[in-house]
C-alpha cells in the first residue's frame, strides 16, 4: 500500500511530494568467508584511494562522493580482470543520509559500523560479486573490532531484502519519511518517534546502532 502510494503520489504532484520508507537492518560480523570455496577467486575486492571512487562502475553526483569522503566514508571496489564490476560503501561514525534528510548515528562504544550504496553491473550479478564485496568488507570490521553491520534498506526494493536476508541481516527498526517540497515528516520506530524538519540544516538524529544492540538476541535467531 506504501508502495502504491508513493508511486500515486510522485505521478500526480510530478515528483513534488515522496514518500520513503526505509528498514533498519543489523548483521553480526561472521568469523568466516560467505562466498563458497573456489567461487569468485577470479573477483579482486580493494579499498578504493580518494582518486578512485570517481570512476565507479555507477554514476554519482560529484557533491554526493565529495560529501562521503568529508566525513569518513569509505569504498571498496570489486574488479575482474581490471575491470570494476561493483562497489560497496562503509563508514565507522555517523552517516547523513543523501537521499532525504536525517543522520544515522552510531556509538562507539555499540561496536557497530554503517554500509550503504552496493552496487553490482547488471551482468555480473549472477557472479558472487556481493558476497566478494561483503568478505572484504567485513574482514575489515573484525580487524576494527566491529561486531555489527547497520544499513538501511529500501522497503519497496524486494531484491535488495532478500539479498540481505541471505547473508544474515535481520530487520531492527524502519523509517518513514514524508517530502513535500523542503517539508519533511519523519515517522521513526525509535526516539525521537516524530521529527518536522524545514531545512537542510535541520536533520532527525536517528540512533541506530542503539536500536541494533537493544534488539533481543532472538531477532538474529529466528529471523523475525
Known sequence: MLYLASRVLGAVTRGKVRLVKYY????????????????????????????????????????VLEARLRNGGRCLIARKDSLPVGF???????????????VFHLEPRDRCAWDYD???????????????????????????????????????????RQAHERIGARIVGWALFICLGHVQLA????????????????LPVILVSKMATNAHASTFEAGT
Open 24 to 63: 533498519i537492518t543489523a548483521q553480526p560480523i561472521p568469523g568466516h568467508e560467505l562466498t563458497p570455496p573456489r567461487r569468485g577467486r577470479q573477483i579482486v575486492v580493494e579499498e578504493a584511494s580518494a582518486d578512485q571512487v570517481w570512476s565507479l562502475p555507477a554514476e554519482r553526483p560529484r557533491h
Open 88 to 102: 560497496q560503501w562503509f563508514t565507522l561514525v555517523d552517516y547523513t543520509e543523501d537521499e532525504v534528510r536525517c
Open 118 to 160: 552496493i552496487f553490482v553491473s547488471p551482468k555480473w550479478r549472477v557472479q558472487p560479486v556481493f558476497s566478494r564485496l561483503w568478505d572484504k568488507c567485513n574482514e575489515i570490521l573484525r580487524t576494527a573490532g566491529v561486531s555489527l553491520a547497520l544499513s538501511r534498506i529500501n522497503a519497496f526494493n524486494k531484491a535488495s
Open 187 to 202: 515517522l521513526l520506530s525509535s526516539r525521537p518517534w516524530i521529527h518536522v524538519s524545514f531545512s537542510e540544516r535541520d
